[in-house]
């Protein structure tokens, strides 16, 4: 059904001015002369204090927000430098040299372990100097960086550098514990996750992978008043998992007490 449509009707007097924008936008026409008329447009001013209330929650909003997120971050734990920890024997006794090398050696079975310098950072104690009447060979002594008459005690972290794996997952091999020789050492530690071979005589260089990097050894100092050992620093890269070596956790304190770890020795050796 058609309606006829007076001379007023805007479809007629200015289809132009009425179709020229798409079918469905709202447009609101703005008169000939806004000024002259007095007329506001109050679209615009609406959208204008639209932004401006949008500003100011937003700058609101982002100011609780980073302020919870401040609030939000655990603080950054760990110490300022390392400390002169004093190493303590199984029973909670200050450890000497003279019992260490008397009880422990390259052939021993199990594993002795301290945190350093932080209380989430296992270490190997280890003697590697020869047992009694054992051939050369399965031991050694003058090693880099060792302690005590022979040179031989040293101190190495004892968390794989690979995935972090951690002791006893990670272990001290005594010579003919697997035949394989990495490097042609018969003892040295090895990580029973992915075989990664460390040199106990070398700083805990690697001797095979998949881990590229060595073991952070601890630096061991004996008391020569009284035949005590100490750790008190720590050289090579940061323990596995830490942003470096003294963040992470809360300092051991002034002494660290050993554990005897059970090892797991696998001959997964790449
Ligand atoms: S975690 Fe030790 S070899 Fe992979």
């Known amino acids: 059904m058609e309606f006829d449509c007076p001379s007023t009707c805007p479809f007629v007097a ?8 798409p079918v469905g936008q709202v447009r609101r026409l703005a008169p000939a002369n806004p000024v002259a008329t007095g007329e506001v447009d109050e679209t615009k001013r609406n959208v204008q204090k639209l932004l401006v209330a949008a500003g100011v929650v937003g ?15 655990p603080p950054m734990i760990g ?38 310098p932080l209380r989430n950072e296992p270490n190997f104690l280890l003697n590697v100097a020869p047992a009694p009447g054992a051939a050369a060979s399965s031991g050694a002594i003058n090693v880099l960086n060792g302690v005590g008459t022979q040179k031989s005690i040293v101190a190495f972290s004892a968390i794989c ?32 996750c992915h075989g990664s071979t ?17 073991l952070p050894q601890i630096i061991l100092e004996v008391d020569a008043s009284d035949d005590t050992l100490y750790a008190v620093n720590s050289v090579g890269p940061p323990v596995n998992g830490h942003l470096d070596t003294l963040s992470g956790d809360y300092p051991v304190g002034n002494s660290s007490q050993l554990s005897q770890q059970t090892p797991i020795r696998l001959c997964n050796i790449g």
Do not use: M, W
């Open 14 to 21: 200015a289809p132009a001015a009425a179709l020229d924008f």
């Open 198 to 214: 460390y040199d106990v005589t070398n700083g805990a260089s690697n001797l095979t992978g998949p881990a590229v990097l060595p």
């Open 79 to 116: 110490a300022t430098g390392y400390a002169r920890v004093q190493l303590l024997d199984l029973d909670g006794t200050p450890l000497t040299v003279t019992k260490l090398e008397k009880e422990y050696n390259a052939n021993t079975d199990a594993v002795l372990t301290f945190n350093y």
């Open 59 to 73: 700058a609101a909003g982002g100011g609780l927000v980073g302020g919870s997120l401040q609030y939000a971050q």
């Open 161 to 192: 550098q690979h995935l972090g794996c951690p002791a006893p997952a990670i272990s001290y091999y005594p010579a003919g514990t697997c035949p394989q020789t990495p490097g042609g050492k018969p003892f040295y530690i090895h990580c029973s």
